[in-house]
């Protein structure tokens, strides 16, 4: 898989790439985009789920519902 962005070139192995569908990378986004994707996979008695989604040191997004 091949991304060019302005001057840069990027090539990454196709199988370790994941097209998801979000509208910008930002860890907000994809903490938002981890939960929906749990959601349908985990019991449904569960009263809470929350993903948090760790960017580096001090900076982490959390979804809930």
Known sequence: TEVIYSTRH???????????P?????SEALARYAWTELSYRLPKDLTKIVVYIKETAGQTAAYSQ
């Open 10 to 20: 990027y090539c990454f192995p196709t199988p370790e790439v994941l097209k998801i």
């Open 22 to 26: 979000v509208a910008n990378i930002t």
